[in-house]
């Protein structure tokens, strides 16, 4: 559990489409520190280094600095299991670092929650960073039709081949939400689970 004095620690994961940006949007309308680990990854790729590493692990010349570096990385492991795994080999440890550090920093530790929105986290190993796991998950059909316009059908089921299965992720967590209904449900939901947060014995 938490430590004395600190926040909850809390990863929100979940595959795609199933709603844990607007999760995380409504902690952080109630006062959690909240962060987002697909733009850690962003602000990494900014660094010459990390590109450097990057490019170096996958066989390239060189990355471009920005969205064209990220769209070039989406097609070099589109369907390249071992460049995917070779990326994320590099990436992980970093995004370890970047969410250890800002634990420590003194806005977060005076939050009520500290909550980080890892889609991958049972796949990085990343669980033993956190006090709570909260899954949210929807079925699968609903939430392509969420993807919708955002990506292409392939894009998508790409995204879920590299994820855990749902069951699993269910097992592993400790909170699960059912994300079906309209986004006042989750709302609810996340108000639900800070009110509980500040109760003492939940500490």
Known sequence: MSRNNSPVRISLTGGTGSGKSTALAFFSGLGAACLDSDKVVHRLLERPDVRRLVAESLGLDGLPVGEPGRRRLAEVVFGDRERLTALEQVLFPLVREEIRAWFDQNEV????????????????????????????TAPRELRRRRQSGRMEPA????????????????RRADTVFENEGPPARLEEFIREFMAVLKRPDQR
Do not use: H, N, T, W
């Not at 009520?112 to 006090?131: I, K, Q, Y």
């Not at 894009?155 to 269910?170: G, I, N, T, V």
């Open 109 to 136: 530790k005076q939050a009520p929650a500290a909550v980080v929105e890892v889609p991958l986290l049972f796949e990085a190993g990343m669980e033993d960073l956190f006090d709570r796991v909260v899954l949210i």
């Open 155 to 170: 894009d998508f089921e790409s995204r879920l081949a590299r994820q855990m299965p749902e069951a699993e992720k269910r």
